[in-house]
């Protein structure tokens, strides 16, 4: 079990720990045939917080992700989210469990063919029994709390990476989960363009008390957004640290941890 690094003084104030576990993942393991991704992660994310999956290129972070929004099953292992055994979860519960989160995918994953206010439209069009009227509301409503309520009627070719992210994180929210799944929400964006997106990160944890897990490997972003961290190393196929961010680039003496929040290159 790797040691939790406390926060550091002057960091985000995130929730305490004492408050509520919203996830609970215990000795998760996966492989491929005789590929081992990893094996025996735990780690727990509380209510409110901004939290963190971090790590280099290869190492599982997107593979965990899968784990825990229940698009994969682990080789061994628990997972507990909202107070619900995920893996365990089969039909209606189930059902009932994953519509209580929100995901959004590494590439937006809109549909081209729908405006923005139609792809948010869509959960609620599928789960709730509102009418027409009350969906179209609803939909631009969420879209105007990611900065969109203008582009409401645009298709995502119409508009730039970084409001299709802010699209795909209104879809997210459409059905009020207290629960958001972000995968790589700044992959492939301008560094302003990211900054203003950790900003609306920070704005919905900080208004509407929304937990994130987020995976990412920028680091302006984790230093930014995140209240703690896990980091996955792929050489030793499990988390190698976890703590606050800021802590863990400032006091860590694992040469792994160090090299990637100090940016520090690999010896040729």
Same mark, same amino acid.
């Given at each position: 079990?790797?040691?939790?690094i406390?926060?550091?003084?002057?960091?985000?104030? +995130?929730? *305490?720990?004492?408050?509520?576990?919203?996830?609970?993942? #215990?000795?998760?393991?996966?492989?491929?045939?005789?590929?081992?991704?990893?094996?025996? %992660?735990?780690?727990?994310?509380?209510?409110? #917080?901004?939290?963190?999956?971090?790590?280099?290129?290869?190492?599982?972070?997107?593979?965990?992700?899968?784990?825990?929004?229940g698009?994969? /099953?682990?080789?061994? +292992? $628990?997972?507990?989210?909202?107070?619900?055994?995920?893996?365990?979860?089969?039909?209606?519960?189930?059902?009932?469990?994953? $519509? $209580?989160?929100?995901?959004?995918?590494?590439?937006?994953?809109?549909?081209?063919?729908?405006?923005?206010?139609?792809?948010? @439209?869509?959960?609620?069009?599928?789960?709730?029994?509102?009418?027409? #009227?009350? %969906?179209?509301?609803? @939909?631009?409503?969420?879209?105007? =709390?990611?900065?969109? *309520?203008?582009?409401?009627?645009?298709?995502?070719?119409?508009?730039?990476? +970084? =409001?299709?992210?802010?699209a795909?994180i @209104?879809?997210?929210?459409?059905?009020?989960?207290?629960?958001?799944?972000?995968? #790589?929400?700044?992959? *492939?964006?301008?560094?302003?363009?990211?900054?203003?997106?950790?900003?609306?990160?920070?704005?919905?944890?900080?208004?509407?008390?929304?937990?994130?897990?987020?995976?990412?490997?920028?680091?302006?972003?984790?230093?930014?957004?995140?209240?703690?961290?896990?980091m996955?190393?792929?050489?030793?196929? +499990?988390?190698?640290?976890?703590?606050?961010? /800021?802590?863990?680039?400032?006091?860590?003496?694992?040469?792994?941890? $160090?090299?990637?929040?100090? /940016?520090?290159?690999?010896?040729?």
């Amino acid at each position: 079990m790797v040691p939790e690094i406390p926060a550091a003084r002057g960091g985000r104030t +995130g929730p *305490g720990a004492d408050a509520p576990k919203v996830i609970v993942a #215990e000795g998760l393991a996966i492989r491929f045939g005789k590929n081992i991704v990893f094996g025996d %992660v735990s780690f727990d994310v509380r209510e409110g #917080e901004v939290f963190v999956i971090l790590g280099g290129s290869g190492c599982g972070k997107s593979t965990l992700l899968t784990l825990l929004i229940g698009l994969r /099953r682990p080789t061994a +292992g $628990r997972i507990t989210v909202l107070g619900e055994d995920l893996l365990a979860a089969r039909g209606e519960a189930r059902r009932r469990l994953l $519509r $209580r989160f929100g995901v959004m995918f590494q590439l937006g994953a809109l549909f081209g063919s729908m405006t923005l206010a139609e792809n948010v @439209a869509l959960p609620l069009e599928s789960f709730t029994r509102l009418p027409a #009227e009350a %969906v179209e509301a609803v @939909a631009r409503a969420k879209l105007g =709390m990611v900065g969109l *309520g203008d582009a409401a009627a645009k298709l995502p070719s119409e508009i730039s990476g +970084g =409001m299709v992210k802010r699209a795909a994180i @209104a879809r997210a929210m459409a059905l009020d989960p207290p629960l958001l799944f972000l995968d #790589e929400p700044s992959a *492939g964006l301008d560094p302003i363009t990211s900054a203003g997106l950790d900003q609306l990160i920070l704005a919905l944890a900080r208004d509407l008390g929304i937990t994130f897990v987020i995976v990412t490997h920028e680091l302006a972003s984790i230093l930014t957004v995140a209240d703690r961290v896990i980091m996955l190393d792929k050489a030793a196929k +499990g988390v190698i640290a976890t703590g606050d961010p /800021r802590v863990l680039r400032a006091t860590s003496t694992e040469p792994t941890v $160090r090299a990637f929040f100090n /940016r520090i290159a690999e010896a040729a």
